[in-house]
């Protein structure tokens, strides 16, 4: 149990262009998702946090016109990067947590690895 | 913000050998977690650590969570190949407020294990 699937794994996309990370809950709820981005030999770095049917609240330095956060339902995040450049090329890593009062554990996903050319 | 200092960055051992390693915080976590990260994936929760002073094993891992809750360390024992990858310790802010169990990562520290 407590999968949380990433789609793309991977994507290649050109400066100027938006892309679309999809986050799933595949066997739990989740009420909140986390979005992180990792840097080569790097530690994770959360972006913001997500609730159902809430505006997301961003980190500090994070831009949230960048990275448009959407939680349309109890199991779907999804992250754009808008007018992506080389320098948005990072690993996006989500969790989801079922965040009831037995657990606020995080579940991982695999990774979106997002390269900008 | 809160920062955690993890070390250390990095260790290179042999196939046997036990491996520790440690993170301090400048604040006080109330769950300290372990999580492993190989090569293009996600982490993976090793150990999780709910209460100061707890010890805790799963397998040839053993973590603690300090008295102080401003500290964790992680040991290893009798490596093997597998064990490669890449070690976090992670702090969790409780899930109460707009806080949602938050949480803050070690920089990481990089196991290799030579057979």
């Known amino acids: 149990g407590a999968v949380v699937s990433q789609h793309p794994s991977w994507v290649i996309c050109k400066s100027g262009t938006s892309v679309k990370i999809e986050c799933r809950s595949l066997?739990?709820?989740?009420?909140?998702m986390f979005w992180y981005r990792q840097f080569p030999k790097q530690s994770l770095m959360l972006m913001a946090t997500?609730?159902?049917?809430?505006?997301?609240?961003?980190e500090q330095g994070v831009e949230k016109d960048k990275f448009l956060i959407n939680h349309a339902s109890l199991t779907l995040s999804t992250l754009t990067v808008t007018s992506a450049h080389p320098e948005d090329s990072s690993f996006y890593i989500c969790?989801?947590?079922?965040?009831?009062?037995?657990?606020?554990?995080?579940?991982f996903g695999p990774g979106t690895r997002l390269t900008v050319t | 913000g809160q920062q955690l200092n993890q070390s250390p960055q990095s260790m290179f051992i042999q196939e046997g050998e036990d491996v520790s390693m440690n993170c301090t915080s400048s604040?006080?976590?109330?769950?300290w977690l372990w999580y492993k990260q190989d090569p293009g994936e996600g982490p993976v929760l090793l150990i999780a650590l709910y209460k100061a002073g707890e010890l805790t094993s799963n397998g040839r891992l053993t973590a603690q969570f300090g008295i102080t809750r401003k500290d964790s360390f992680l040991n290893i024992s009798a490596s093997i190949p597998s064990d490669v990858g890449i070690y976090f310790c992670?702090?969790?802010?409780?899930?109460?407020?707009?806080?949602?169990?938050?949480?803050?990562f070690g920089q990481g520290t990089i196991l290799t294990v030579h057979p």
């Open positions: 969790s989801a947590t079922p965040g009831d009062e037995d657990s606020y554990e995080q579940y």
């Open positions: 604040s006080i976590f109330n769950t």
């Open positions: 066997d739990f709820q989740a009420t909140t």
């Open positions: 997500s609730n159902e049917g809430s505006k997301a609240t961003y």
């Open positions: 992670a702090g969790q802010e409780d899930a109460g407020g707009t806080s949602y169990g938050k949480l803050t």
